[in-house]
């Protein structure tokens, strides 16, 4: 086995660029899952990952249908008497704006020094390549030593609205001993990480309405309530002062951190500096009895992520419009309900709203958060693979993002995740110029590789 471990490791040293083209060519297509003009994209990048599989030995390789954007399935179950490890990815992208603050174009891959730039570089196209390039090098080597399953799916971005479901028909073609989810990230170059709680989602859009049409606001103001006005003043009032969210009975189930737990984030190298200087804020905000670290992994949060009304355009338009709108997300912490959210969210806005102005609602996805045994057997050679390679123990974290695959997997299929990744958090995902560092992406391929021949 040493020496077939070395064989790949070889290979991969040998066929970087290989890997960088493969790399490259599937960041150039714009496989944006929540635009409607993009769907042939999406089944083009679907199409484009089966044919990696199949050109890898996998088999049954195919595009499935989901009611929304397909699944890639594929399995290799040769090695009798071994583990079987479900590897799950999502190869759909965020939307590119606003498309002025990009330096390259976004679907045109582009290498600046130690850095590759496009959208899905590192979120999550990157780490799907990292895995297939290091299964690729055992592979070519001299075979696998485990059992694989595949799992790639093209409506993450949008809340995987179509997955629940189409797991829990699946659930036999699923079956494993643990999920390989590389969909996390490292806190930094020299700190190899393991991720092992995310908190879930749920996300809504609130409108707001007032007159029947846009008003003159010199015959109007004064004597309507403005929708823009009464949406800023509802948003307004779901924080406190201190950043804690107002909804009814928001925090009722929210998990209370144990001292263990507290001790753990305060172990975790990142400063109140570091996040000053990753989002290029003044001063940070939030509960204050939390540290920045607990904030984003462990305490719910109400963020707005858009507002629009009236007249947007260059100039002026005295108008008093006729409605606002806000896309709002909540990011949520294990024992919270999705659901249970878009109630406390409604009770708010049914007890505030002013009878000036009516409101809407709609809920468009939500998942609960999760968290995963830290003793399993996957983690375990996951975490000698990231030592072998960076030389130190990685950190156990909670990551401030959610995957809702990981809590479906957990109550569906039950199995656990094994959470990794090599973006780095100055990656811009989800922001212009996303990027992917090239030197601990290589070094990430080789620790999978290593992470495999330990199972």
Known sequence: MTDYRQAALDFARQHKTDFLNNLKEIVAIPSISTDPERTADILRTAEWVAAR?????????????????????????????????????????????PIELWHTGPFEPTEVGENLFARGASDMKGQIIATLS??????????????????????????????????????DLLKADFCLNPDAGMMGKETPSITYGLRGLAYFELRVYGPEHDLHSGMAGGIVHNPAQALAELIAAMHDADGRITLPGFYDSVRVLSAEERADFARLPSTEADYLALTGVSALWGEPEFSPQERTGARPTLEINGMISGFTGKGQKTVLPAWAMAKISCRLVPDQDP??????????????????????LEKFSGAPASISDTKQPGVKALSSALETMWGKRPLLKREGGSIPVVGQMQTILGIESVLTGFGLPDDGVHAPNEKLHLPTWYRGIDALIHFFFNL
């Open 53 to 97: 599989l199949r050109g890898l030995g996998i088999e049954q390789v195919a595009v499935l249908p989901t009611g929304g954007h397909p699944v890639v399935f594929g399995e290799w179950l040769n090695a009798p008497g071994k583990q079987t490890v479900l590897i799950y990815g999502h190869y759909d992208v965020q939307p590119v704006d």
């Open 339 to 360: 659901e249970a959210v878009h109630q406390q969210l409604k009770q708010f806005l049914t007890e505030k709203a002013p009878k000036t102005i009516r409101w809407e």
């Open 134 to 171: 290091a299964i690729e090098a055992i592979v070519r080597t001299g075979g696998l030593p485990v059992n694989l399953k595949f799992l790639i799916e093209g409506e993450e971005e949008i809340g995987s609205p179509s997955l629940e479901k189409w797991i829990l028909e699946n659930k």
